[in-house]
């Protein structure tokens, strides 16, 4: 009985309302096409795909989005070339008699195909991949493989040159038009390779710079702007695919990267089905277009006029670069010493020299030289110098020896990151005085008393406890040549590595790269911090090596590496018990306290998180990487207007926005460390109208909801002490209040862990 009155319900509903607002099927069969009415929805009901019309339009298209995002954002078309009129009620997405998944309009025409038969079935998966399997199951066709214009997290970008299929992005034409527009997005089939954009398939409108195993060089920062990025080049296969995928930053779920119909390249992001939030666009500013300035053309954004000649390069015509038009570029002022006398064979060393010029986005047709080994600065030089078409030469992190013979172009110079290039110049073009080659082998003594008196002669400086270390090249050697497997991990500035001081000691090694920004003044700030302090949970720094480019410090080693490692890497994760991680809390916030109190300058470390957190072999944490450390006096809060660095996700809002930092921006970073000791989620979080979402955000509605243990990370299960922990993250989220005066300081910090008293500080929430 009352079976039946629910269903006269049902059918009471159905009459009501236009079927095409209720049916959601799950897969196409033979005997179940998909019509007007319907539509296909993943397992998971992330996904959803149908019939639409773009708005003031008369057409109709098949499409796929994401069900629960609105405004909706369709991410991949079927029938873009072919749409069926709006008024067509009666087409279908169906599988043919012949076995071929088609697109038909009411008079059974077909207007868009797979071109494939056998196929069973036809559905969505949860990751947004629409696909087609025949009765065995096995995938006959996928959405994936034939994308449009936009990229998916998974999906993979690039191509397979044996058998010739490419998989690219294809701009819309209009955006309302969902047929093919003039952009296209893909990989090169350079090694290293770049990502492109080009426009009329074929003329390069944006070029992100050779991939060095992590990122782009031409764009720094980009592990926060596309989550993960990764190419896999598998060169026996001759395959090639870029490819992206969204970790999970607490609400953010979704994401996808999409070339629009101008050519703007852009990546999305949206936090628990909410609104899409724009993460990073490119190209972004005039230098990012192509060949802005022309051929030896250098383009800086920030300055005025945008485009400058390469040194020892004058504009090819200044009547036109006065009028601020570049495409003409530069012409070399002084022809190369090997170019005048070309039929001589021997070496022109000595008499072309090169120029580096620091931090770009390298210019494009670079040649990789991979016989030359990763470690051999000076061979890629040589190479260069030696052969009379080698117009530049760099030496890369993670890549190695490059080099260019066609003319330079598309040479963006940023302010910070990038890469150094070395440009030939005939010997007359470059600076008079031969660099001072030295091998400067330094005491800490030694370097103290050289520094302290042009850096800060101010200061007095404590004597510094002896330490001779001679790092001989040979003894360099020990770190066996910076082979990889003695990579301990990625510190700011560059790679740590281990290594062995003759009489046995091991050692870790940093080597600053030319690349990572950290220039001379960094380096002597981190030297000068170091050597004047002592903490049990500060890193002590043994000594240190300059030797031309190469920049070498020398810390105690530390065997259990950074707390990222535990907290990260899946299998070291149980390891850290909560016991550990409260003494961790307890050890960091020691070290802070040190720094900002108890030593005899106030340093404001800058760029505190779980990678510059090294363990003992008892799992005491030690702070590292004072590379971005200032000092302070007194109290004051010091605006940085050169440049904000950092890393995001730990950044206070007041440094990250306008450069502001104080103590109170450590206490910010402090704070976001405890959360994530506890949780185990990473804060990589992200800026959106000042705003601050992520971890922090889901930590403070947990707080709220009086669900505190919610936040613990699952694998410690029940064995953890929960007014440890509640008082742990209770102080976690006083140090990450937008307001910096709200934030306790590092002593109250202090005083809270080792005692109850906690409770008399309330939290004010900024926002
Ligand atoms: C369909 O596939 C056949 C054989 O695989 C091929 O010859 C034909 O060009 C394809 N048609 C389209 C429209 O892709
Ligand atoms: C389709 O299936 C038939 C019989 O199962 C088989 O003979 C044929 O080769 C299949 N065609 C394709 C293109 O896989
Ligand atoms: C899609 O492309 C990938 C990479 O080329 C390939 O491994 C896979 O088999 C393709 N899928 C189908 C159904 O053809
Ligand atoms: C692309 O091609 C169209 C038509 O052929 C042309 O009008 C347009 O200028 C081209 N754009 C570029 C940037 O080359
Ligand atoms: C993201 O989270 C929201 C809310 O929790 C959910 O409705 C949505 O389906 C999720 N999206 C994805 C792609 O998982
Ligand atoms: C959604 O976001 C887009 C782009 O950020 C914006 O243009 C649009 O107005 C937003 N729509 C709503 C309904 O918030
Ligand atoms: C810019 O200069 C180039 C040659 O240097 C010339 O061919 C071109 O016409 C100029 N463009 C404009 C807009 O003046
Ligand atoms: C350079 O070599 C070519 C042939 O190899 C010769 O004809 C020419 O005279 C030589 N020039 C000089 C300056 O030696
Ligand atoms: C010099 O460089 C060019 C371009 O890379 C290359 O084609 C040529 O083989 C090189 N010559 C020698 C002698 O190595």
């Given at each position: 009985m009352e079976f039946s009155i629910h269903s006269l319900f049902f059918l009471f509903i159905f009459s009501l309302f236009p079927s095409q607002y209720c049916a959601q099927v799950y897969n196409i069969t033979p005997s179940k096409p998909l019509t007007q009415g319907q539509t296909l929805v993943s397992p998971g009901q992330v996904f959803e795909l149908g019939f639409f019309n773009p708005k003031n339009t008369a057409n109709k298209y098949v499409g796929l989005w994401h069900k629960s995002i609105f405004p909706r954002k369709v991410v991949w078309v079927a029938n873009r070339e072919n749409p069926l009129a709006v008024t067509d009620k009666l087409a279908s997405l169906r599988i043919g008699s012949n076995g071929n998944l088609e697109l038909v309009d009411g008079k059974q025409t077909s207007v868009w195909s797979t071109n494939i038969s056998n196929s069973s079935s036809a559905l969505v998966l949860d990751n947004g991949n629409f696909v087609v399997k025949n009765v065995m199951g096995a995938d006959l066709w996928e959405s994936f493989n034939n994308s449009g214009d936009s990229l998916l997290p998974s999906m993979l970008l690039g191509f397979d040159s044996d058998s010739g299929k490419r998989n690219f992005l294809t701009s819309w034409k209009s955006e309302d038009d969902p047929s093919t527009g003039i952009f296209l997005v893909g990989l090169s089939a350079q090694t290293p390779s770049q990502m492109f954009i080009w426009v009329n398939r074929s003329t390069p409108h944006w070029r992100s710079g050779p991939w060095n195993k992590a990122q782009f060089i031409g764009i720094p920062n980009m592990d926060s702007q596309y989550q993960n990025p990764n190419i896999l080049d598998d060169q026996k296969q001759g395959t090639r695919y870029f490819s992206y995928s969204l970790e999970s930053l607490g609400e953010t779920n979704a994401s996808y990267i999409v070339i629009s119909s101008e050519g703007i390249l852009s990546t999305w992001l949206s936090e628990s089905g909410k609104n899409w939030s724009l993460d990073g666009d490119r190209?972004?500013?005039?230098?990012?277009?192509?060949?802005?300035?022309?051929?030896?053309g250098v383009c800086k954004a920030s300055e005025s006029p945008i485009c400058k000649c390469l040194k020892g390069f004058k504009p090819k015509s200044n009547e036109e670069w006065s009028k601020r038009n570049w495409t003409g570029g530069c012409v070399r002022q002084t022809n190369l010493f090997c170019e005048r006398h070309t039929n001589k064979s021997v070496s022109s060393k000595g008499l072309d020299g090169f120029l580096k010029v620091e931090r770009l986005k390298v210019p494009d047709f670079h040649e990789y030289l991979p016989s030359l080994a990763q470690d051999k600065y000076e061979d890629c030089k040589i190479q260069c110098l030696s052969n009379c078409s080698c117009l530049a030469y760099a030496f890369v992190n993670n890549i190695g020896c490059l080099v260019w013979s066609k003319d330079l172009i598309d040479i963006l110079e940023f302010p910070s990151a990038g890469e150094d290039l070395y440009v030939r110049l005939a010997h007359s073009e470059l600076d008079e005085g031969k660099p001072i080659k030295l091998i400067v082998i330094l005491t800490a003594i030694g370097l103290m008393s050289i520094l302290v008196s042009i850096v800060f002669s101010m200061h007095r400086w404590r004597a510094i406890q002896k330490r001779h270390i001679k790092l001989t090249t040979r003894s360099l050697e020990s770190t066996d040549g910076f082979n990889i497997t003695n990579k301990l991990g990625q510190g700011g500035f560059g790679p740590v590595y281990k290594g062995m001081l003759p009489e046995g000691k091991e050692i870790a090694v940093k080597r600053l790269s030319s690349s990572s920004g950290q220039g001379v003044e960094e380096f002597k700030n981190e030297m000068l911090l170091f050597s004047n302090l002592q903490h049990k949970n500060l890193v002590r720094i043994m000594g240190c090596c300059v030797k031309e480019d190469e920049k070498l410090l020398v810390y105690e080693f530390m065997p259990n590496k950074s707390l990222d490692t535990f907290l990260y890497g899946q299998t070291k994760r149980a390891v850290l018990d909560w016991a550990t991680r409260f003494n961790i809390i307890q050890g960091v916030a020691r070290g802070l306290l040190y720094l900002h109190h108890d030593s005899y300058v106030k340093v404001i470390h800058r760029d505190l998180k779980p990678s510059n957190i090294l363990l003992d072999e008892k799992m005491n944490p030690k702070i590292s990487d004072f590379g971005l450390a200032r000092i302070v006096e007194g109290t004051q809060s010091l605006e940085n207007t050169q440049k904000v660095v950092g890393t995001r996700g730990y950044m206070s809002p007041e440094y990250a926005l306008r450069g502001i930092f104080s103590e109170k921006s450590d206490v910010y970073s402090f704070g976001v460390l405890v959360l994530e000791i506890i949780s185990n989620k990473k804060n990589t979080s992200f800026y959106l109208y000042d705003q601050q979402l992520g971890l922090l955000a889901y930590a403070w509605n947990l707080w709220n909801e009086d669900r505190g243990l919610n936040l613990v990370d699952e694998v410690l299960g029940d064995s953890y002490s929960s007014s440890e922990v509640l008082k742990c993250m209770h102080i976690g989220l006083l140090c990450v209040q937008d307001n910096a005066v709200d934030r306790p300081t590092i002593a109250d910090i202090a005083l809270m862990l080792s005692s109850d008293i906690d409770a008399s500080i309330t939290i004010i929430e900024g926002r």
């Open positions: 190209p972004k500013n005039p230098c990012d277009n192509y060949g802005a300035c022309g051929l030896f």
